[in-house]
C-alpha cells in the first residue's frame, strides 16, 4: 500500500514488532496452537467462507447533532449555517 495513514501503520508494525520478538527469542507454540496452525496450512482456502450473509443489528444506536457547546469553539461562518464538507486527500 503507497502511503498508507499513520495509525494503519503502526497497527501493523505492532505486529511486525511481535513476530520480530517471536523470531528473535525462537518461541514456539503450544500444541493447540501448532495443531491450528497445521490444520491451516493443510486446509482447502478456497473454501473458507468469510462472511455468511447474516446482518447483525446495531449492538448500540445513537442520535449525534453539533448543539449545545459543541460548535463553540469553531469561527463563526460569513455565509452562516450550511452543508460543509472537508475532504482529505491521501497522495
Not at 3 to 21: T, V
Not at 51 to 72: H, I, R, T
Request: hydrophobic residues 35%; charged residues 20%.
Amino acid at each position: 500500500m503507497e502511503n498508507p495513514p499513520a495509525a494503519f501503520s503502526e497497527w501493523i508494525q505492532g505486529y511486525a514488532d511481535e513476530i520480530e520478538e517471536i523470531r528473535t527469542l525462537h518461541l514456539e507454540g503450544d500444541e493447540t496452537i501448532n495443531s491450528l496452525w497445521k490444520h491451516l496450512k493443510n486446509s482447502n482456502l478456497s473454501n473458507l467462507i468469510v462472511f455468511n450473509g447474516k446482518n447483525q443489528l446495531p449492538l448500540l444506536s445513537s442520535e449525534w447533532d453539533q448543539g449545545g457547546g459543541y460548535n463553540a469553539l469553531c469561527p463563526e461562518d460569513q455565509f452562516g449555517p450550511r452543508d460543509m464538507l472537508m475532504l482529505v486527500v491521501w497522495r
